[in-house]
């Protein structure tokens, strides 16, 4: 099935340490959504982004919907141990292409060290 | 606050079995959809419902996968003549009214197929 590009694929980094991923598409989105997955678990949601160029945090998290409406980004600051997982970005195209299914990024995995 | 509920956490299963996989969506989200999640891949759409009606479904799903929702409440997805490429993760998510809402997951059943 189709999947988005995320990038990067995995990422070691230091605690404490500013952590950014992005989420690009051949397609235009209306919705961008990032999630977070821990083994044996099912995706949690992190983000929720609905307007081009909007800019969005939750806690030490902050994403934005990209302006031409083919990417997104994430950010994550001051890392700590319990960040450490899978994030994922999803998006959906919505009415422009009359389905309401989200696709999702092959994932980014991140490791924190302590 | 209840969250999305599936049934059973782990299925393991012989080749050629049938097996059900029940979910529950969160009470007052009218859309439901299911999907398969392989190791080091993104969640992959199957199917989605809204309300009791089955709106769209992915080339993903062969002919021995079937999904129900007939009371607009809970599904359930059945796959027949299990393979061992059926092996997966089964995540479903509901989502409520509303061109722009997110997806809430359940935390999936685990399927080994031996």
């Known amino acids: 099935g189709q999947q988005l590009n995320q990038s990067p694929q995995s990422m070691f980094i230091q605690e404490g340490e500013d952590v950014s991923m992005n989420c690009t598409s051949s397609?235009?989105?209306?919705?961008w959504l990032w999630y977070k997955q821990d083994p044996g678990e099912g995706p949690v949601l992190l983000i929720a982004?609905?307007?081009?160029?909007e800019l969005t945090s939750n806690g030490r998290l902050t994403a934005q919907f990209g302006i031409t409406r083919k990417d997104s980004f994430l950010n994550i600051s001051a890392s700590i141990p319990s960040d450490v997982g899978i994030y994922f970005c999803?998006?959906?195209?919505?009415?422009?292409?009359?389905?309401?299914?989200?696709?999702f990024g092959t994932g980014t995995r991140l490791k924190v060290l302590a | 606050d209840t969250g999305v509920s599936q049934n059973p956490r782990h299925k393991i299963t012989k080749r050629g079995q049938n097996v059900t996989f029940r979910c529950d969506p969160i009470?007052?989200?009218?859309?439901l959809y299911w999907y398969r999640q392989t190791l080091g891949q993104g969640p992959e759409f199957l199917t989605y419902f809204q309300n009791e009606a089955q709106l769209e479904k992915s080339r993903l799903l062969s002919d021995r996968f079937s999904a129900e929702r007939p009371k607009g409440s809970f599904s359930t997805l059945e796959i027949q003549r299990t393979e061992q490429g059926d092996s997966a993760m089964y995540l479903c998510?509901?989502?409520?009214?509303?061109?722009?809402?997110?997806?809430?997951f359940g935390n999936g059943t685990r399927l080994t197929v031996t």
């Open positions: 999803a998006g959906e195209p919505g009415a422009t292409s009359g389905t309401y299914k989200y696709i």
């Open positions: 009470s007052e989200h009218n859309r």
């Open positions: 397609s235009i989105f209306n919705t």
């Open positions: 982004l609905y307007k081009a160029g």
């Open positions: 998510a509901s989502r409520p009214p509303g061109a722009r809402s997110p997806l809430h």
